[in-house]
């Protein structure tokens, strides 16, 4: 059993690979607000979405206690042009949140 636990306010997100070209308000219409942003105002900024993975830490009884066990993020990272366009789209696990992204490995990639 996965429990998902939505910190943007996101619609169903529909294939990633068609919003690019399109204008950022477009996507955060759609999408709802990333859970961060990141100012890179040499090429444009980063809207971070966030989703928290929870497992269920039972041990495959019918007796669900309710506690989670193991989680992980699914991040999905949108580069948007200073155009105001959307450049590129990443998704990726990480353990860490939103919150905690390092910037270096976000800010300064040319796409």
Excluded at 29 to 42: A, L
Excluded at 56 to 73: P, R, V
Excluded at 80 to 91: F, L, M
Excluded at 103 to 110: H, M, P, S
Aim: net charge neutral; aromatic share 8%.
């Amino acid at each position: 059993m996965i429990l998902i636990f939505h910190l943007s306010c996101s619609g169903t997100k529909s294939t990633t690979a068609q919003w690019v070209g399109k204008p950022k308000q477009d996507l955060v219409k759609s999408w709802g607000p990333p859970v961060r942003t990141i100012e890179n105002y040499k090429d444009g900024e980063v809207l971070i979405y966030g989703d928290q993975i929870y497992t269920n830490s039972g041990n495959g009884s019918s007796n669900n206690t309710g506690i989670a066990g193991s989680n992980h993020w699914d991040l999905t990272y949108v580069y948007v042009g200073k155009d105001g366009q959307v450049n590129a789209i990443k998704t990726e696990k990480d353990q860490s949140p939103p919150q905690e992204v390092d910037i270096k490995k976000l800010v300064g990639i040319n796409l």
